[in-house]
Antibody, heavy 116, light 107 residues
């Protein structure tokens, strides 16, 4: 069965950087579209980024130019590099496998808190 | 960007009753519409994709319907484990967008 495990969250000061990891098992990351979705405390879901099996990427306008999605084929792991972090980036970040655009498997999430 | 609007914000239902949740899109996402369930402290879980196809392992009491800009998630007979927040998502146009959620609570 497919499984996703995120790590790398924590407390970071505004303007800082953080890299989230999402280790996959039960399927191959590079053969699938993969996505990051975030949820601010007490709020709804916000799609952040997607990487296609081709390696092409897309980003929400709110993170474009600051976040970078990538993957490591040998580690079967998805990443999200987050730079120039802002208070409004505070959220639980989920990685998810993309089926046809719907998200069929999700990790448990990792909390990122941006605060001084 | 397609804006997804869910109603009601909160739905109070007694166990065993039927729940009907609505999701309206600002423009048609075709049938590229999914529904998710989220319980406190947990990740979302896919319930429905393609507007009406149940995901693997999802009980038959969950059904999705609709077309154009109006979609519905119906839970035919609410069980205790169904009290949660439900989100719709369109994946027809970039950026993919979610509704703001409907909380189904015990009446």
């Amino acid at each position: 069965e497919a499984q996703l495990v995120e790590s790398g969250g924590g407390l970071i000061q505004p303007g800082g950087s953080l890299r989230l990891s999402c280790a996959a098992s039960g399927f191959t990351v590079s053969s699938n579209y993969m996505s990051w979705v975030r949820q601010a405390p007490g709020k709804g879901l916000e799609w952040v980024s997607v990487i296609y099996s081709s390696g092409s990427t897309r980003y929400a306008d709110s993170v474009k130019g600051r976040f970078t999605i990538s993957r490591d084929i040998s580690m079967n792991t998805l990443y999200l590099q987050m730079d120039s972090l802002r208070a409004e980036d505070t959220a639980v970040y989920y990685c998810a496998r993309v089926a046809a655009g719907d998200l069929d498997y999700w990790g448990q999430g990792t909390l990122v808190t941006v605060s001084s | 960007e397609i804006v997804m609007t869910q109603s009601p914000v909160t739905l109070s239902v007694s166990p065993g009753e039927r729940a009907t949740l609505s999701c309206r899109a600002s423009q048609s996402p075709s049938s590229n519409l999914a529904w998710y369930q989220q319980k406190p402290g947990q990740a979302p879980r896919l319930l429905i994709s393609g507007a009406s196809t149940r995901a693997t392992g999802i009980p038959a009491r969950f059904s999705g319907s609709g077309s154009g800009t109006d979609f519905t998630l119906t839970i035919s007979s609410l069980q205790s484990e169904d009290f949660a927040v439900y989100y719709c998502q369109q994946y027809n146009n970039w950026p993919w967008t979610f509704g703001q959620g409907t909380k189904v609570e015990i009446k």
